[in-house]
């Protein structure tokens, strides 16, 4: 991750100073860049990986979702399988694993990961070296005891840049880390909740430059709402209905309920100073502020369009809210990165910006991560050969080539046709990077809390603190069983 980010930095100032020389360009520094930059020049980027000099002929399996955001495909390729440049680089990885190792990189898909490791596990087949899977499908295997501890695998060395620092901080429980992600998958990049603006909306109702306002730290809550309901930008279908073809200020669906509590600073849990997570229960008004906002802003249908209200026209109803902002009918657009790729070839320009703070004395923009991304594992019989010594050294060297070979493909796919027309959209996206949230009460949504929560802004429900007492209970006893069962309760 930090190597995307760093290549984002680098092509922003490269196209800042060919902005100036066409004739100026803004001296603006983003607030958040400094601290980041600093840590970036702390780190060899060019660093190779001390590989042992081995080779491991035969395959490496990998046990995948093969239904969910092409888990499989993003592991493996096979040569000439399309023309899209991403899974080209997919395919050359696993050319360079070949070589290297002597290693046949295979996938094996499944329709539920959990029950398939359990199953291998029980077996004692040894099926599997590793497993990827979407974040509560492997969180349920670490419950069931069928995952390694990665910290205690020496051929892995998590702390470098081509694993995700957030995600190692955040999922850790107890000093052990089961499950983690990187440039090893793509898809925690694609699944970060990320907000769009179309241009031609914003400058027909000359609203403020908006980029200035994210970095002066104004880009809050009570700014975006304001915008929503003061620019005139929505109005009814030709109709006179608030239908699907109506014109919108915000163009979303229903886990934009997560995405402002995430970006209040929120989290379900926390963690104590062992790292042992608990329910969060000390900001009570807090959370109940915000979900008092989110009704405002989600349940006002002459402001905003929800997809999920809306699967009686279309079972893909995210399709319908992303038609609206390409067909200039909707100012905001929320949803995951990976939505950014099909926007590519709009008319309309279009900008990235993190989601709004909670008010201007929170520090950091904050983001987080939809728990479809998938994660990465080693399975539990792994650790009888040799502390998973294989597993380790191939997991580490994908990681590696996927920041060498995969990551700048990603990159060029994602931004491609928005940076040479939109710099500032770099610079949002490495403040949203910085910031991401991986929330374990969200991945394993103990007792119905997180879930709870959102199903409340879906529903219009005003009333946390119910939820909370009716839930609580559950979720702290299920917590403390799957502590129990992970080895650390």
């Known amino acids: 991750m930090r190597k995307l980010i760093v290549l984002l930095l680098s092509l922003a100032t490269v196209l800042s100073c060919l902005a100036a020389c066409a004739g100026g360009g803004d001296d603006t520094e983003a607030i ?34 093969g239904s969910f955001w092409a888990t499989d ?9 399309d023309a899209d440049n991403v899974n080209d680089a997919v395919y050359r990885r696993c050319l360079a694993m070949k070589d290297r190792f002597g290693t046949e990189i295979v996938v094996t898909p499944s329709a539920d990961t959990t029950v398939s490791l359990k199953n291998s596990v029980k077996s004692g087949d040894k099926a599997y070296d590793a497993v990827c899977a979407r974040m509560p499908k492997i969180a349920a295997s670490a419950e069931n005891g069928d995952l390694v501890d990665l910290k205690e695998v020496e051929t892995l060395d998590l702390s470098k840049h081509y694993w995700d620092q957030s995600a190692n901080e955040k999922l850790s429980i107890g000093g052990k880390l089961f499950y983690t992600v990187g440039d090893i998958i793509a898809t925690e990049d694609q699944a970060t909740w990320t907000m769009m603006f179309n241009k031609r909306i914003a400058e027909a109702h000359d609203l403020e430059d908006l980029y200035t306002v994210v970095k002066e730290g104004r880009w809050t809550f009570d700014y975006f709402y304001n915008l929503l309901k003061d620019t005139g930008v929505a109005h009814p279908n030709d109709n006179g209905e608030w239908d699907h073809l109506a014109t919108y200020a915000f163009a979303t669906h229903m886990d934009m309920g997560y995405g402002f509590f995430y970006a209040a600073g929120l989290s379900f849990v926390q963690k104590d100073n062992d790292d042992i997570p608990f329910i969060d229960a000390t900001n009570q008004e807090k959370v109940q502020n915000v979900l008092t906002y989110s009704l405002k802003v989600m349940r006002d249908t002459s402001l905003t369009i929800d997809a999920h209200k809306w699967v009686h026209i279309r079972a893909a109803a995210h399709e319908l809210i992303a038609e609206a902002f390409m067909e200039d009918r909707a100012l905001f657009f929320c949803e995951v990165l990976a ?7 709009m008319d309309t320009d279009f900008g990235i910006l993190p989601l709004p703070k909670y008010d201007e004395s929170q520090k950091d923009y904050v983001t987080f991560v939809n728990p479809a991304a998938s994660l990465v594992g080693i399975p539990i019989y792994q650790k009888t050969a040799d502390n998973c010594r294989k597993s380790g050294i191939i997991l580490e060297a994908m990681a590696y080539y996927g920041h060498q070979i995969i990551v700048p493909e990603f990159i060029e796919k994602a931004i491609k046709g928005i940076a040479t027309r939109d710099v500032e959209s770099i610079e949002m996206l490495d403040i949203i990077f910085q910031n991401r949230m991986y929330d374990l009460g969200l991945i394993n949504d103990w007792g119905g809390l997180a879930s709870g929560y959102n199903n409340l802004v879906f529903n219009n429900k005003n009333d946390y603190a119910s939820m909370f007492k009716k839930s609580s209970k559950s979720a702290e006893k299920k917590l403390k069983s799957f502590l129990k069962k992970v080895g650390v309760g």
């Open 73 to 81: 495909g993003a592991l493996y390729q096979e040569e000439g399988s």
């Open 339 to 345: 939505t950014i790729i099909g926007f590519r070839s």
């Open 32 to 65: 958040t860049t400094e601290e980041s930059t600093e840590a970036v020049v702390t780190e060899d980027l060019n660093y190779v990986p001390d590989l042992p000099d081995e080779t491991f002929p035969g395959e490496f399996n990998i046990l995948c979702e």
